[in-house]
């Protein structure tokens, strides 16, 4: 299949621009993107992805079954309050999301979107560009999505169900998206280190 360029938004998107609430949890996604940004798994490469950003975090929020994300384009700039959506509702077969904020959210909304709809206990998401841990997922056992199907689509969202075999955290590989990985989890802690210690296993197995 021929991928859409990094950063294109796939969906139908309803959105209200304007300012979002304070959330418990913010603080933390800002933290953890820019932890990320600074290993280059998230941020803007002119050689890479046509020079898009790439990479999106996100949350679910603690007051009802709505998550925050990072808003498009945003990965390579310091995440703040400004640049984060709040995707309010979402259906996978219409390929639909409802968003606020003062940004649009991130492309892959959609796949976040259908990681929260696995489990009520999956409460972050990480979304990075890593080559290593893409390029040796399959001698790593990573589960891997079926490699025609691109990123933020309905088929996407049935894929992360396909391989999901009711787990609440885990790493995998993006079949058809080149260097994305996507790590879910009960706590930004848990899908932060699942990430790492997938990083460092491909690490040993690479020439």
Request: glycine share 10%; aromatic share 10%; with cysteine.
């Amino acid at each position: 299949m021929t991928e859409p360029r990094e950063g294109v938004i796939q969906y139908r998107l309803s959105y209200v621009c304007e300012v979002l609430e304070s959330e418990p949890d913010m603080p933390l996604l800002c933290r953890w993107h820019g932890v990320f940004r600074r290993l280059g798994w998230l941020g803007r490469d002119p050689h890479r992805y046509g020079g898009d950003a790439f990479g999106n975090l996100s949350f679910r929020s603690p007051r009802d079954d709505s998550f925050l994300i990072s808003g498009t384009q945003t990965g390579d700039r310091e995440l703040g309050h400004e640049l984060v959506a709040q995707v309010l509702d979402f259906d996978l077969t219409r390929n639909y999301l409802r968003a606020r904020g003062p940004v649009k959210p991130s492309s892959e909304a959609l796949t976040h979107a259908a990681a929260y709809q696995l489990s009520p206990a999956v409460r972050w998401v990480f979304h990075i560009h890593e080559p290593t841990i893409w390029a040796q997922a399959g001698r790593l056992g990573l589960a891997q999505s079926d490699p025609a199907v691109g990123y933020g689509t309905p088929e996407m969202a049935g894929e992360l169900a396909r391989l999901h075999e009711g787990n609440t955290a885990g790493v995998l590989a993006m079949g058809g998206h080149r260097d994305g990985v996507l790590s879910f989890g009960e706590s930004a802690a848990q899908a932060a280190v699942a990430l790492f210690e997938t990083f460092a296993a491909a690490l040993a197995l690479s020439p």
